[in-house]
């Protein structure tokens, strides 16, 4: 009843202290002190003196010089109202104003006020505003506010102004709370002399609100629920005056937000962090008890398994902060031994485990300043799928504390998946990936044509997997997916499907029934390339293409081998990602290749992604040698029947020509010892020409094509120009008109081995003359003279005359004749009938 008594006081006097006005030296304002939005009846005499008005300038604006953005009538200097319709958006400082005579005497400083809470657990030294706290810690409250300024206002004798609240779960309202030693201390009336205040001595315990404080009765004087904390200004009746925009209290101006606290009672609660957990992935218990209280942990009711493979509950990881574990295992006096609320006769905690590494499954704990303590536990393969209970206990006295939760292990999940549309050619990369739930590896091996019947290794799929040794393993990523790059080149297996396996164990084929597993399936190509050229008839100067697909993603490209008389040209050539290529001899190269027949093999590196067949040079280590001869094709050479043997002489004396050099390398690739493929063509260089069709004669006003035939590549320009045979140079006297045209064309494809061109001609304002046409090729490498030239004439305009006749007297026909006895027979019945 004391205690009651003495707290009913303090409510008392708190509720007298709110009633009865604020000390006068609260309201004193000395000149350029802080005055807050919503005070009123403060003193302002010593900061505005004798002047009558005061006036705001905003940012940016300059006191000294510029017109004031806001003035306002100073009133009655001695109870001045900082009203929120004036001041709002307005703060900083005014100055006193007298129409500009006297400038940068400022009166005070116009201060939005702020006001937040806090709780702070004086044992965890933390805010622990919104959690729950276990009954028996003390509490303390953070107040943040800009109005602490006013401790320093004149005369000011450490008067509240901060009211702090605590409300009951009911409704009821505490003015003072009990601290450790039994004093109540007050929450009204807080003098907060610093934006940042604590209600207590901060982080310590033995100051502040213990939550587990007792009456004389020894009944909690704070019950276990939830708590309302909050704080309010009072000051100057501010609270009442600055509301927000809605009518209500201003919150974070001159009341807080409703924080809360929860005080759990004398218990202890387990809650896991996942009710379901795949096998080989980890979980936790969180313990909330009595703050740095020990509590034991364990899997309860697993004793009767074997803790063997296959048949073990989750693991508590080692290693953990508060978390102790016997060491060594089983020693009889340690936290194995302790006899848990219902143990059989003679049985202890350890008995409630399985024998094997027993103390891998319980341990004692000990929760920290707040009453927690999170456990982390390990599952694996060996763990047995099922449900578990983890329970947390201690006796305190004659009384056990307790509480369980209950926590499933499944089996993992394991799956595949190839990149793309599942068909890969050989020397392609293929990536697999997939998730594994399961463990923190996944095993592969491949079945297929030829293979071990158990399955092969990625990595050399003719050698079979042998579990424990032999196998190929990729890691497991923290989200559960997998990534494993299969590089097929130089793989020893044959074109087919295969199926490859991915295991969460390291087992074959045959131990798939004890393991979770995926399976895709892959069908693997051999590669090859096409290939054809841009023209069967390449004029000199005009340029050509090789162009092709070769499948397989070669990653050196193909191999162009160009081989005439006398000429050879070797170059690789990068592949797209969809597999084409394009090789370009341009008009500077074919200008200077001989007319004739040239033979081009495009060669593929295939399986090993490797140009087993390719040129050599000789003579070109020193190019600036007059003496040797650089040869840069000088032979052929291979793998066989040693490396880089030569295979035959390309370049310079005892070489093979045109023909005979593309049979040679055809037949060396064509060798067993070359896993290389090819395809072969042809093309002639030729001359360039340009031929004209006869142009027959025309008169004035004509229309007409001019054409002819060329064996320059399509798309090449011809410039024609048709001009007066007669024209040249004149006398001064003379008239020199032009008669004629001129303009570009493109050469188009024909159908009968050479392309076309044409030119339009229209004579309406030609004279009448002999003209001569001209046509030659435009950017033609080395062979800009090829033109060709022909007559025709153009005459004058004879307009056709057409005949004038008369058409000639007929007569009737027989048939005419015929008619007309006709009708005359027809009238005569119709007389007669009549």
Known sequence: MTKRFSLALIALVALAMLILPASAAVNQIAQGGDVFIGEEGLVVTAAVGNFTQIAWFASGTTPATDTPNSIVSVGNAASFYVAPADFVGKTGNWYVWDGGVTRNAVAFNVVDPTIDIKIWDQNA???????????????????ETNTYSVTKRPGYANEGFVNIKVKTADGATYTALEEPSGAAKMLTGQSVNQSLWYWAVPDNVNFGWYTEANDDAGARLYKAGTYAVSAELSLNKIKDNYKAPDGTDYSGKTVTALKTIAITGDTVKIEASKDTVVRGNQFSVTVTGRANEFYYVWVKGTGSMSGGQGDQPPQIATNQDSVNQDSPCGVSSGIGNYVYQGAP???????????????????????????????????????????????????????????????KVEKGTVTVVAAGDQSYF?????????????????????????????????????SPVIPGYQYTVTDVNDDNTWEYKWQTANLNIDAGTYTVYASATDVNKDGLSDAQY????????????????????????DDMYVRGVAEGDPSEGVAIWIMGKNKVLYNT????????????????????????????????????????????????????????????????????????SVLFTLEGAGSLQGSDAANALTVALDNSMVDDTYTKLQFLIEVPEINILPVPEAMIGDKFEIKGTTN????DELLVEVYS?????????????????SGSVKVVKGTEGFNTWSFPVDTTTFKPDEYITSVSAIGLQGANDVTATTLFNVVEFVPTTVPTTVPPTTTPGFGALVALIGLGAVAFLIVRKH
């Open 125 to 143: 030294k933390k805010d622990v505003t919104g959690k729950q706290v276990p009954a028996g810690n003390v509490e303390n409250f953070r107040v």
């Open 345 to 407: 006769p003679n049985k202890t905690l350890k008995d409630d485990v399985p024998n094997q590494s027993s103390c891998s499954y319980y341990a004692q704990i000990k929760t920290s300043a707040s009453g927690t303590r999170t456990i982390g536990f390990l599952t694996g393969d060996n763990t047995d799928d099922k449900k578990y209970t983890i329970r947390v206990e201690n006796k305190f006295g004659s009384q056990y504390k307790s509480d369980e939760v209950d926590v």
């Open 426 to 462: 050989l020397g392609q990369e293929v990536k697999l990936s997939g998730t594994n739930s399961e463990t923190d590896n996944v095993y592969l091996f491949i079945t297929g044509p030829n293979l071990p019947g158990n399955g092969g290794l990625m990595t050399d799929p003719r």
């Open 518 to 541: 995926g399976t895709v399936s892959v069908i693997i190509r051999k590669p090859f390339v096409t290939a054809q050229a841009s023209q069967s008839t390449v004029a000199q100067g």
């Open 573 to 644: 050539e990068s592949v797209n990602d969809d597999g084409s290529f394009e090789y370009e001899v341009d008009g500077g190269m074919t200008s200077g290749m001989s007319s004739g027949q040239y033979f081009v093999v495009v060669q593929h590196p295939m399986y090993n992604d490797q140009l087993d067949v390719k040129p050599q040079a000789e003579g070109c280590e020193s190019p600036d040698n007059p003496a040797t001869t650089c040869y840069p094709y000088r032979y052929v050479v291979g793998p066989y029947p040693t490396a880089n």
């Open 712 to 715: 320059l590549a399509v798309d």
């Open 725 to 741: 045979s007669s024209f040249g140079p004149t006398e001064k006297t003379q008239a020199g008109e032009f008669s004629g045209s």
